[in-house]
T-cell receptor, first 112, second 116 residues
Framework: EDKVVQSPLSLVVHEGDTVTLNCSYEVTNFRSLLWYKQEKKAPTFLFMLTSSGIEKKSGRLSSILDKKELFSILNITATQTGDSAVYLCAVIVRGGSEKLVFGKGTKLTVNP | NAGVTQTPKFRVLKTGQSMTLLCAQDMNHEYMYWYRQDPGMGLRLIHY???????AKGEVPDGYNVSRLKKQNFLLGLESAAPSQTSVYFC???????????????FGPGTRLTVL
């Protein structure tokens, strides 16, 4: 059974802190890993990672994939209250029809 | 472009009632998906479609039916609603790369359904 596990499930930090969110996976046929940010409503796309060791960056957010150890991390530096959200990790699994398997998410709360 | 839209935004049903959720996308995407999101469960795939006229079961298909009669629309039906179907429902769409791979999924705003 394809599985995506995120840790921690929740995290509370103060503004300015740096956080690292983890995503590990066990899937039959990996294609890519996606990170999403979900605030009140729909998830919004952050990154797609397909190759090991190549860091993707967007402002204070960055992410990297390790296909040997089957995990990815999402880093947020100098956190702001606007970073408070649930961060979702998902893996695209190849097959007859591709599918997206989601983790349960990490709820990040950034306090002023 | 409106992106992915969902109708309705909120709905309250009584057990045994039926309803249809509508998802529409204007990005000409081939793939469309229906998810449900429950507290502590993440997003779970109900059904999906890889093209007009085709549908397939996801992780939690029981109690739901879908139809994709037009490329831009994906309907999710509940024939006889149950309290266990109380959830937030998200629709998403994506465009496959060459080789038929899915890519980044774009999500609708969600429908909050309560079944009493």
């Amino acid at each position: 059974e394809d599985k995506v596990v995120q840790s921690p499930l929740s995290l509370v930090v103060h503004e300015g802190d740096t956080v690292t969110l983890n995503c590990s996976y066990e899937v039959t046929n990996f294609r890519s890993l996606l990170w999403y940010k979900q605030e009140k409503k729909a998830p919004t796309f952050l990154f797609m990672l397909t190759s090991s060791g190549i860091e993707k960056k967007s402002g204070r957010l960055s992410s990297i994939l390790d296909k040997k150890e089957l995990f990815s991390i999402l880093n947020i530096t100098a956190t702001q209250t606007g970073d408070s959200a649930v961060y979702l990790c998902a893996v695209i699994v190849r097959g007859g029809s591709e599918k997206l398997v989601f983790g349960k998410g990490t709820k990040l709360t950034v306090n002023p | 472009n409106a992106g992915v839209t969902q109708t309705p935004k909120f709905r309250v049903l009584k057990t045994g009632q039926s309803m249809t959720l509508l998802c529409a996308q204007d990005m000409n995407h081939e793939y469309m998906y229906w998810y449900r999101q429950d507290p502590g469960m993440g997003l779970r795939l109900i059904h999906y479609s890889v093209g007009e006229g085709t549908t397939a079961k996801g992780e939690v298909p029981d109690g739901y039916n879908v139809s994709r009669l037009k490329k831009q629309n994906f309907l999710l039906g509940l024939e006889s609603a149950a309290p266990s179907q109380t959830s937030v429902y998200f629709c998403a769409s994506s465009s496959p790369r060459s080789g038929g791979f899915t890519d980044t999924q774009y999500f609708g705003p969600g429908t909050r359904l309560t079944v009493l």
